[in-house]
DNA sequence: TTTTGTGT
């Protein structure tokens, strides 16, 4: 009797491990597709900077449990001959969150649901499909009104519209910045979502000889400031974060694309002063 | 064409 169940488990651990070897396969098989040199990871084990992957169409989210918050967002963007977005759809609660954050979480606090992966980058590049689940609560982060309709949205567009058609092809990875003090982080929230004090974007141009472009944009800014002012290097990002970005970078790469600031070739001068549109 | 809140 007892041979035949121990036949039983080790037939069904044979087959929980080939189902997850497959699971695992083509996950990884879909992470490395919309992440180059794969999606990022924690430096230290904290419960702050523990996350998992959220695969949307088009775009990955690192979501936290603990921040309430997604720590990072990674997708790629190529030119569009013919860009089109469709209406913008309404927001949307996403079941994989823990916690329940509806579409009217933010209502009366005084911040906007601000995308972190953006609407229309991400629809005119990845379709109907993918613009819908940019409206997901968690591809949402709170912020300042200022910040997201003047400066950030300056950003957005100056990726999709003047860098994108520059390179071809873009890695971005953006996501926000929390304050340091754990009271700060216990007690600054809309509801249950913790606020941000700053955001960050890297751009990088995945080639042989990779180049990249990096922002740290505080919340509390005008709008009206120039882009170049928030310039810095991956580096002092990961410093903020915890985050390790794009671990599968050989370590003499990294030290020369994440280490220092190189904005020659991005052309800077010619959109970091554009009027904002809002 | 590209961001939102508003309040039911």
């Known amino acids: 009797m007892w041979r035949r169940q121990a036949r039983n488990l080790g037939v069904s651990l044979v087959f929980v491990m080939v189902a997850t070897g497959l699971w695992y396969t083509q996950e990884r098989d879909y992470r490395d597709r919309l ?21 949307n169409d088009g775009f990955l989210v690192g979501w936290s449990d603990v921040r309430v918050n997604p720590l990072w967002v990674s997708y790629t963007l190529q030119t569009v001959d013919d860009p089109r977005a469709g209406p913008r759809p309404d927001f949307q609660r996403d079941w994989r969150t823990l916690w329940p954050i509806a579409a009217d979480s933010y209502f009366g606090s005084g911040y ?17 499909g993918a613009q819908q689940q940019t409206f997901l609560m968690s591809n949402i982060s709170p912020q300042r009104p200022d910040f997201n309709r003047r400066l950030w949205q ?4 100056v990726v999709i519209d003047h860098f994108a058609p520059r390179f071809g092809t873009l890695q971005v990875v953006t996501g926000p910045v929390f304050p340091e003090r754990f ?14 004090e700053a955001f960050y974007k890297i751009i990088v141009v995945p080639a042989d000889q990779p180049v990249a472009l990096a ?12 882009l170049d002012r928030y310039v810095v290097s991956i ?33 800077l001068e010619k959109v970091a002063r554009l009027p904002s549109r809002f």
């Open 35 to 55: 992440s180059w040199m794969g999606v990022p990871t924690w430096e230290v084990l904290s419960p702050t900077s523990v996350h998992r992957v959220l695969r």
């Open 112 to 128: 906007d649901r601000g995308h972190l992966a953006p609407n229309y980058a991400i629809a005119t590049v990845h379709g109907r």
């Open 154 to 157: 300056r950003l957005e567009e």
């Open 183 to 196: 009271l700060d982080n216990v007690l600054n929230r809309v509801g249950l979502v913790e606020i941000p």
């Open 215 to 226: 922002f740290l944009v505080p919340q509390n800014v005008r709008g009206n400031e120039p």
């Open 235 to 267: 580096d002092e990002i990961e410093a903020r974060t915890g985050l390790n970005f794009f671990p599968n970078l050989p370590e003499g790469a990294a030290r020369v694309l994440e280490g220092q600031v190189r904005t020659q070739g991005w052309e």
